[in-house]
T-cell receptor, first 115, second 109 residues
Framework: DTEVTQTPKHLVMGMTNKKSLKCEQH?????MYWYKQKAKKPPELMFV???????INESVPSRFSPECPNSSLLNLHLHALQPEDSALYLC??????????????FGEGSRLTVL | GQNIDQPTEMTATEGAIVQINCTYQ??????LFWYQQHAGEAPTFLSY??LDGLEEKGRFSSFLSRSKGYSYLLLKELQMKDSASYLC??????????WGAGTKLIIKP
């Protein structure tokens, strides 16, 4: 199994809603990532979890809250988002946090629209 | 600062060869990745170079020169399905991935 699975694929939410994005991998990878990608732009790193602990938070607003319940799962909780947060949210995993030891495997992404 | 440069867009003909260049200036170097991304989809891994030279994988090859801060992705026997964005990404001294803005490749019949 070389897949990273993300749900939902599409999400539309209002600015007062609370929703969550979910990500799962069963490759035994110990590093998991959340990226945000706007159209025609490269992915922007948001969070990195290494061995289920948050190791990097790239100054992401608190309306985005990551959670890593176990080594296979990564969630991104969303609350009080703004329309400019509309983007493709990509989950990725790698063997460990040192990305030079292996490539990133990306999920198909969750397309988020904030109204 | 850290900087990765790629052409914004390139056009090539089906069956031809195209070379997509990437130059980088980063704090340290621990390898360079090329990813392919079709519109609306996730990036998929193409290649990884950490030593100078050419890595060949089927129709795709990737070259690295660390002294010049330069890499290229070579695509041969182009097919319509190769129309996509190609992202260059460098692993810096903190093992962070620094992404280029991507090159949109358009293949014409």
């Amino acid at each position: 199994d070389t897949e990273v699975t993300q749900t939902p694929k599409h999400l539309v939410m209002g600015m007062t809603n609370k929703k969550s994005l979910k990500c799962e991998q069963h490759m035994g990878h110990r590093a998991m990532y959340w990226y945000k990608q706007k159209a025609k732009k490269p992915p922007e790193l948001m969070f990195v979890y290494s061995y289920e602990k948050l190791s990097i938070n790239e100054s992401v607003p608190s309306r985005f809250s990551p959670e890593c319940p176990n080594s296979s799962l990564l969630n991104l909780h969303l609350h009080a988002l703004q329309p400019e947060d509309s983007a493709l949210y990509l989950c990725a995993s790698s063997q460990n946090r040192d990305t030079n030891t292996g490539e990133l495997f990306f999920g198909e992404g969750s397309r988020l629209t904030v109204l | 600062g850290q900087n990765i440069d790629q052409p914004t867009e390139m056009t090539a003909t089906e069956g031809a060869i195209v070379q997509i260049n990437c130059t980088y200036q980063t704090s340290g170097f621990n390898g360079l990745f090329w990813y392919q991304q079709h519109a609306g989809e996730a990036p998929t891994f193409l290649s990884y170079n950490v030593l100078d030279g050419l890595e060949e994988k089927g129709r795709f090859s990737s070259f690295l020169s660390r002294s010049k801060g330069y890499s290229y992705l070579l695509l041969k026997e182009l097919q319509m399905k190769d129309s996509a964005s190609y992202l260059c990404a460098v692993v810096d001294s903190n093992y962070q991935l620094i992404w280029g803005a991507g090159t949109k490749l358009i293949i014409k019949p």
